[in-house]
């Protein structure tokens, strides 16, 4: 989600950034924002971190970041915190059944999830790509999603939804099915919600954190080449990504991306923080994947994520989030658009060369 609290205020975008136009700062416009000579499209200030990590400390900036709309908790991790409760009490075999591996629960738990996926990438793809309710207004690439060779059936959604369904919802299920089982026959730390109330929604609120800095990390590894070129390279084909291209990962990719879950085995854990965990990390993907600058629909509704748009653009930078200011400390963070980014081979044009 994007926070711009840090320098909103419209502090240049960074070095590669031309001061000769003027932003349009005026949401009403039709000439809100920029657009290139290529049709790209990007928002009048620059990518920002949260405030969290400042000198001097903004403690009133970071309490605006954590409970305003938009903001940390609203709307979208309460979203999801309210799915996992959903799941739990209502969609979520018994412990004891999970005691044995059974076709019978698993079953069920891989409908849902994949229930769950139909309803966030589905969702997002029917409103903005099959109805198209918001145009191109504060789409970043102007271009509608693609029929290219590089793709499987020659068509980038059905190879997105293919891999996101296939290997994905497998992938998710899989560990979701694997912890479950573990905490049945207790083998891992087990969190009683009423015994450390605080503890349980302190750890809560730090599993986004967590999973940043996990996706941080694995994403840094799978850039190295050997992996990048063999794994890694199948995300990347989506270089004007849409809703079904956040999970479109190579299966290796996804045993990596939802690793984010071993914590869990270390960790002491309620069955409802792994759940969380496991559903933020699927199902995220797809609001960060859009390729619109929110907020859509009349301004309404928060969402998208230009950070990872750029990451899509130039692949080698912005690897993290906007939360972590991971990118900025170890120099792979760009904060928009360059004004001369007539060309893909701007920037990161070696790797994506072996990308397609
Ligand atoms: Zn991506
Ligand atoms: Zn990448």
Avoid at 101 to 112: P, V
Avoid at 163 to 176: L, Q
Avoid at 335 to 349: H, M, V
Wanted: net charge neutral; glycine share 6%.
């Amino acid at each position: 989600m994007n926070d711009r609290t840090e320098n909103e205020k419209g502090a240049p975008p960074n070095a590669e950034h031309s001061s000769t136009e003027n932003p349009n700062t005026d949401r009403h416009s039709p000439e809100y924002g920029f657009r290139n000579k290529k049709g790209e499209w990007r928002p009048p200030y620059p990518c920002a971190y949260a405030p969290l990590f400042t000198w001097p400390p903004k403690p009133l900036s970071v309490l605006k970041w954590g409970l305003s709309f938009p903001g940390f908790l609203w709307p979208w991790n309460s979203i999801y915190f309210l799915i996992t409760l959903l799941t739990w009490f209502y969609f979520q075999p018994s412990l004891e059944r999970c005691a044995e591996f059974h076709i019978g629960w698993i079953s069920q738990m891989f409908l849902r999830n994949m229930v769950l996926l139909w309803l966030l990438s589905g969702g997002w793809h029917l409103l903005l790509y099959t109805w198209r309710l918001q145009g191109t207004k504060y789409k970043y690439d102007p271009k509608w999603q693609i029929k290219n060779k590089v793709f499987l059936w020659n068509n980038q959604v059905w190879d997105n939804i293919f891999w996101s369904c296939a290997s994905g919802c497998t992938i998710w299920t899989a560990y979701e099915v694997l912890f479950m089982w573990a905490y049945a026959n207790q083998l891992i730390p087990y969190l009683d919600w009423s015994t450390h109330p605080v503890y349980f929604i302190l750890w809560l609120c730090l599993i986004p954190f967590w999973r940043e800095f996990h996706f941080y990390w694995i994403h840094r590894a799978i850039h190295w080449k050997p992996l990048y070129r063999t794994v890694h390279y199948l995300h990347h084909k989506n270089v004007n990504p849409g809703p079904w291209s956040g999970m479109a990962m190579h299966p290796v990719e996804h045993l990596i991306y939802f690793s984010v879950l071993l914590i869990h085995w270390i960790v002491p854990s309620h069955p409802i923080h792994m759940l969380f965990n496991a559903q933020h990390t699927a199902l995220t993907p797809a609001g960060s994947h859009h390729g619109f600058e929110g907020p859509v629909f009349n301004d309404k509704v928060p969402t998208g994520s230009y950070f990872h748009y750029l990451h899509h653009r130039y692949f080698k930078t912005n690897f993290g989030e906007n939360t972590l200011p991971l990118d900025k400390l170890f120099g792979t963070f760009l904060d928009g658009l360059p004004e001369n980014a007539n060309s893909q081979e701007d920037l990161g044009n070696e790797i994506r060369s072996d990308a397609i």
